[in-house]
């Protein structure tokens, strides 16, 4: 937030014809501010303030225009909730559904902390239950909350702290704490914390747009995220076979099984997202009768839940993760897979939009029933001791299975990278161990190669002696 004391002021221009036809207008540092009356006298009034705040020799804020006496008032009159508040009502309309969500999950979590020191709710489960479903959801403001969360709301609103007081590290630290909690007090998921921090940043970021701050109080807090492990576990990684053997066990399923086992197939062939397969058309594919094939994805379908989308529906369609709104990623698929598409298609047919996969109601696949049906595979195909461990626990993990499997077969990383929409970073950063092999790999190759020039000098030169 940038103060200046070059401030200069026009005489009042009155515009007729409009709801507020005077308006006084003064710039700081060059920049031009104006505010609007409805009679020339509040005008005069409100000019007149302003240059008293000028004449007493007031900093006045370069984005705003204000003086910094008022800055101060309004930062003691505004609370951490209303700012919160405001954030979502600015974010919501070019937000997706899903984020929406996450973003209320998260505010959700902060704000009971950010409270008088020394106060607490009665009732915290009701609490967070109100800011999430109401104060942070746009979508409900159309009606009125029920009298449980409006009394829960009511003392949020008595209680929560001025913006100002997040200028004090230990409040940041509180903030920080909570999100680092569940609502019984233990530790959240690490991966949990860190996104909820990264929503406060920017809630803290729009209020230093807004000049309540001159840079995000989070900069000058100390704060240690928990551990997060990002490097895909080798132990949950299943071979070749032991795909082969679970996919066998898909198709070997009454009901759901036979559909679902091109489904989890597209994971482990083409490294998609569960989300990437649900989404997949007979328009994106291309098979021929011989040879390899490719897969065109174009996006995915995502579970946001109906109450945080504009139209009401349960699922919202994406871009690709990390791309463009029209990006698309082609990813070859070897013959033996686009032979099994065909075969499905065959059988199966595709929904009237022209998708693969579909539940018995011809919806999309619902996580929970392709989980059911994975989890049962498992079981079926699996040794004791493997069900035992981590090994293939999480129908993504064929996801990351294809990928390892890419980079053990000696593909390029980034090709790899490019097949599975990641960055080479990422790439890097997820799959160090299985790199560590091919690494090893490429040692070889280049020692081999070493002595077979090594070789052909000791030949060359016996030749010539």
Not at 81 to 94: C, L, Q, S
Request: charged share 25%; glycine share 6%; with cysteine.
């Amino acid at each position: 937030m940038a103060m200046s004391y070059k401030v200069r002021f026009w005489d009042i221009r009155e515009r007729p014809k409009r709801r507020k036809p005077f308006e006084v207008r003064w710039t700081v540092n060059g920049r031009e501010r104006s505010e609007s009356f409805i009679t020339k006298g509040l005008a005069d009034s409100r000019r007149g303030k302003l240059m008293t705040a000028a004449r007493d020799g007031q900093a006045f804020d370069e984005q705003t225009g204000l003086p910094a006496s008022e800055l101060r008032a309004i930062r003691q009159r505004t609370t951490w909730y209303d700012v919160a508040h405001a954030y979502i009502d600015e974010r919501w309309d070019r937000t997706p559904g899903n984020t929406r969500r996450t973003l209320a999950d998260a505010l959700a979590t902060i704000t009971p902390a950010l409270v008088r020191p020394g106060v607490a709710y009665s009732e915290p489960r009701v609490l967070r239950r109100a800011l999430y479903s109401w104060a942070f959801n746009k979508k409900a403001w159309g009606g009125e909350p029920s009298d449980e969360w409006r009394h829960a709301l009511d003392w949020v609103q008595r209680n929560s702290l001025p913006v100002s007081e997040l200028l004090e590290p230990d409040t940041v630290r509180r903030a920080l704490g909570a999100l680092s909690r569940k609502i019984d007090g233990k530790p959240a998921a690490a991966k949990t914390a860190v996104r909820k921090r990264s929503a406060f940043s920017e809630v803290l970021g729009t209020a230093v747009d807004k000049g309540y701050f001159t840079e995000n109080p989070l900069v000058r807090v100390k704060w240690q995220p928990p551990a997060v492990s990002e490097a895909v576990d080798p132990a949950c990684v299943p071979n070749p076979t032991q795909v082969a053997r679970l996919l066998a066990a898909v198709g070997g399923q009454r009901g759901r099984g036979p559909h679902l086992e091109a489904f989890f197939g597209c994971m482990y062939y083409a490294a998609m997202r569960p989300a990437e397969v649900i989404h997949l058309r007979l328009s994106q594919c291309h098979l021929p009768k011989a040879g390899w094939g490719m897969l065109n994805l174009t996006g995915g379908v995502v579970t946001a839940g109906k109450g945080w989308t504009d139209d009401g529906s349960v699922y919202e369609v994406h871009s690709l993760k990390r791309r463009a709104l029209k990006a698309t990623r082609p990813v070859p698929i070897p013959p033996s897979f686009v032979n099994t598409l065909r075969e499905h298609i065959d059988r199966f047919g595709v929904t009237p939009d022209g998708r693969l996969f579909r539940n018995a109601a011809g919806n999309y696949v619902e996580a929970a029933a392709y989980g059911t049906t994975w989890a049962r595979a498992r079981a079926k195909a699996l040794a004791d001791h493997e069900q035992a461990s981590l090994l293939a626990k999480r129908p993504y993990d064929l996801r990351q299975a294809g990928i390892s499997f890419w980079l053990h077969s000696g593909v390029d990383p980034a090709e790899c990278a490019r097949r599975a929409s990641q960055s080479i970073q990422v790439l890097f950063q997820y799959y160090a161990k299985f790199l560590d092999g091919l690494q090893e790999h490429s040692n070889r190759l280049i020692e081999e190669s070493m002595q077979e020039w090594n070789r052909r000098s000791t030949d060359d030169a016996s030749a010539t002696d």
